[in-house]
């Protein structure tokens, strides 16, 4: 499964890990945008290569925790039951 979440989020996220969490790599948006193409150029192909044999499932990234849960819940329940 590949959570989505557009990239403006994602850095919002990241950005406020780095104030409640310590992580000195969170604190510069310059860093978490270059990770975040980093995931782009490798790890994303990976995603993207499987998605064509329908073996992805894409599931919005955006919400509630609980929201998000049910979503990632009720996907993974289809594919179990």
């Known amino acids: 499964m ?3 979440v557009d990239e403006e989020e994602l850095v ?3 950005l406020n890990r780095g104030l409640t969490s310590g992580r000195s790599d969170d604190n510069s948006e310059e860093v978490v945008r270059a990770r975040i193409a980093e995931y782009h150029k490798k790890t994303s192909v990976v995603a993207d290569y499987y998605t064509k044999f329908n073996k992805v499932v894409h599931v919005k990234g955006v919400g509630t925790v609980e929201d998000i849960f049910n ?3 009720f996907e993974i ?3 179990v039951s």
């Open 71 to 73: 979503a990632l819940s």
């Open 77 to 79: 329940d289809k594919r």
């Open 2 to 4: 590949a959570l989505q």
């Open 12 to 14: 919002k996220r990241l």
